[in-house]
T-cell receptor, first 110, second 114 residues
Framework: SQQGEEDPQALSIQEGENATMNCSYK?????LQWYRQNSGRGLVHLIL?????REKHSGRLRVTLDTSKKSSSLLITASRAADTASYFC??????????FGGGTRVLVKP | NAGVTQTPKFQVLKTGQSMTLQCAQD?????MYWYRQDPGMGLRLIYY???????DKGEVPNGYNVSRLNKREFSLRLESAAPSQTSVYFC?????????????FGEGSRLTVL
């Protein structure tokens, strides 16, 4: 079974709106990462948040981490058509394996 | 720098045929990974290599073998392909550590087994 699970599975918004997606995981982690995948392409790393951090920003991205609830959220502000993609959370428990969730498909309509 | 390069990009096999997916990275990464992605799903780890000379099973290793030929190259072999192995395969490389671990992905190898 997957370590991380994203919610919702799909999200459709208008350009300029904010997009929020959530990730829940099962075991304790060293860090949690978010990746983007454009259609037909490989995954691209967006942001990494450590287990001792609660919030992190990168441009229009804001990530939060609540280790007590074993959950994280990714907020994309002022979305653009180019943000249309699938977004995956990935967790690194102790050890080397990076485990991915099922992803959230985001459609930003112009 | 090319980053992570996978070959071939597309392949069609018949059931029972064998093939090897090649992956090479020029980013001096210690660890390398092979994932598969099925339609509408996330990535599942097949095998990974924490360092040159070591390999370990991931979540779905059955039907696959890997070779960490050197620090740059990590190949995935299907000895007897089955339709259930139709998927998109991604190779990734990265550095490992408690507070690191960003992975860099190749563009994928799309495999169809008839």
């Amino acid at each position: 079974s997957q370590q991380g699970e994203e919610d919702p599975q799909a999200l459709s918004i208008q350009e300029g709106e904010n997009a929020t997606m959530n990730c829940s995981y099962k075991t304790s982690i060293n860090n949690l990462q978010w990746y983007r995948q454009n259609s037909g392409r490989g995954l691209v790393h967006l942001i990494l948040i450590r287990s001792n951090e609660r919030e992190k920003h990168s441009g229009r991205l804001r990530v939060t981490l609540d280790t007590s609830k074993k959950s994280s959220s990714l907020l994309i502000t002022a979305s653009r058509a180019a943000d249309t993609a699938s977004y995956f959370c990935a967790t690194r428990p102790a050890g080397n394996k990076l485990t991915f969730g099922g992803g959230t498909r985001v459609l930003v309509k112009p | 720098n090319a980053g992570v390069t996978q070959t071939p990009k597309f392949q069609v096999l018949k059931t029972g045929q064998s093939m090897t997916l090649q992956c090479a990275q020029d980013m001096n990464h210690n660890s390398m990974y092979w994932y598969r992605q099925d339609p509408g799903m996330g990535l599942r780890l097949i095998y990974y290599s924490a360092s040159e000379g070591t390999t370990d099973k991931g979540e779905v290793p059955n039907g696959y073998n890997v070779s960490r030929l050197n620090k740059r190259e990590f190949s995935l072999r299907l000895e007897s392909a089955a339709p259930s192995q139709t998927s998109v395969y991604f190779c990734a490389g990265g550095r490992q550590g408690r507070y690191t671990g960003e992975l860099f992905f190749g563009e994928g190898s799309r495999l169809t087994v008839l």
